[in-house]
């Protein structure tokens, strides 16, 4: 049976980072105009980092951010997750690799407003085939980490967008992914709700998730363990590189 645990911050099972990424490019190319998005990214992430990439629009961040969610794929460079490399995956393998290995929280939540909470936190593991009884106990066990067992059967309409992002979480906590993968989380929350939410990364980040932010809060980078800013496609600050794929926490007091 599947448990949560706390996880040992040990990147792939042999020591070495959850992402390893050397050389990698992105270009849009339409025929008639060619942007370069990223410029040769070299970045290693290790199991039990809070990461929080920042830079203007336009800087390349969300592409960033597409690339290590297996969203899309670079151009140029290798990139593997969890040891395993990532280039050259078809659309199938890629869906598999996402559904299994990160967990995706939205600046719009994405949920699915007809349903509850308890059925959207739920989605995941029916893709993933997880059975009856162990889809109920994860579902459970996720709404009540994130503070919601009473709001389980709430539809996202009648809930606060606090609550709606918290609901977010626990679906992507719900497949207990190697990487949690936020895209500017407390974007839409006012700054109670988004303190909240910060307070979460930051407990879930202790319990030992990798947790990588897209982000413009300069509130929520300040909680992360490591910021990598990036401008026209490169990274020019990071404030922590570990390429062999350490643990950041055991660097900081308690």
Known sequence: MHVFRKRNGKGNGNGGPVIRME????????????VEALRGIDLAIG??????????SGSGKSTLMNLIGCLDTP?????????????????????????????????NFNLLPQISAYENVELPLLFGSVSAKERKRR??????RVGLEDRMEHKPTEL????????AIARALAMDPAILLADEPTGNLD?????????LFEDLWRQGRTIVVITHDAALSRRASR???IRDGRITRDT????????????LPE
């Open 23 to 34: 050389g990698i490019t992105k270009v849009y190319d339409t025929g008639k105009v060619r």
């Open 47 to 56: 199991g039990g980092e809070f990461v929080a990439i920042v830079g203007p």
């Open 75 to 107: 151009t140029g460079g290798d990139y593997d997750l969890l040891g395993e490399p990532v280039k050259g995956l078809d659309r199938n393998r890629l869906s598999a690799v996402r559904n299994r290995r990160v967990g995706f929280v939205f600046q």
């Open 139 to 144: 579902t459970e066990e996720v709404l009540a």
């Open 160 to 167: 606060s967008g606090g609550q709606m992002q918290r609901v």
């Open 191 to 199: 700054s109670t709700s988004g303190g909240d939410i910060m307070a």
């Open 227 to 229: 910021v990598v800013e």
């Open 240 to 251: 922590g590189a570990r390429p062999e794929g350490g643990n950041a926490r055991e660097a």
